[in-house]
């Protein structure tokens, strides 16, 4: 079945570090990829999101580019800052199984020191 | 605004009870889901539907029930059977064929 791979946290950086966080993915069909993020006690945020090979999806500095040679999603952004402290998921959504619900990945913990 | 309501907020559940958790959307959109996300771990589907009236198990409909009577909402019980149910539950919903899913902001489930 499908699933994702992500790496295990917490990552902690300080501020203005460049950052990267690793996302692989196995499906059995064409997936649309995703980065979601989630602050402590709330729901999940879409970040950004790309649909076809070589895409690249990009939002708030944020950006990753769908690499199917590679079936990886990797989040990378610049320079952090301390708001960008949070629970990110890379997740996808396998067009072909028909059931549209998304497979998530375990969850980065990002920590920004100021 | 348009987006997704969960209640309550927090829950909590006697042994032997049944608990409902609401999800309500005013997003127009057809499907609708239900995730369990416990620490550490990333979230599971536990029931989805994609049209009124309709839905399906996800990984982990065990001890979980669903309906979908109109559109706008898709609440969960939480039944007996469920023998671990304290987990962070998050509602989410989409139009069909079309992504991404927008996410409530979640009800935590304790056992009293």
């Known amino acids: 079945g499908d699933s994702v791979t992500q790496m295990e946290g917490p990552v902690t950086l300080s501020e203005e570090a460049f950052l990267t966080i690793n996302c692989t993915y196995t499906a059995t069909g064409y997936p649309s990829l995703f980065w979601y993020v989630q602050y402590p006690g709330e729901g999940l945020q879409l970040l950004l999101k790309a649909t076809k090979a070589d895409d690249k999806g990009s939002n708030k500095g944020f950006e990753a580019t769908y690499r199917k040679e590679t079936t990886s999603f990797h989040l990378e952004k610049g320079s952090v800052q301390v708001s960008d402290s949070a629970v990110y998921f890379c997740a996808l959504s396998d067009k072909d199984t028909g059931r549209r619900a998304l497979t998530f990945g375990s969850g980065t913990r990002l920590q920004v020191q100021p | 605004d348009g987006g997704i309501t969960q209640s309550p907020k927090y829950l909590f559940r006697k042994e032997g009870q049944n608990v409902t958790l609401s999800c309500e959307q005013n997003?127009?959109?057809?499907?609708m889901y239900w995730y369990r996300q416990d620490p550490g771990q990333g979230l599971r589907l536990i029931y989805y539907?994609?049209?009124?009236?309709?839905?399906q198990k996800g990984d982990i409909a065990e001890g979980y029930s669903v309906s979908r009577e109109k559109k706008e909402s898709f609440p969960l019980t939480v039944t007996s059977a469920q023998k671990n149910p304290t987990a962070f539950y998050l509602c989410?919903?989409?139009?069909?064929?079309?992504?991404?899913?927008?996410f409530g902001d979640g009800t935590r489930l304790s056992i009293l």
């Open positions: 539907s994609q049209i009124v009236n309709d839905f």
């Open positions: 997003l127009n959109h057809d499907a």
């Open positions: 989410a919903s989409n139009d069909r064929g079309n992504q991404p899913q927008h």
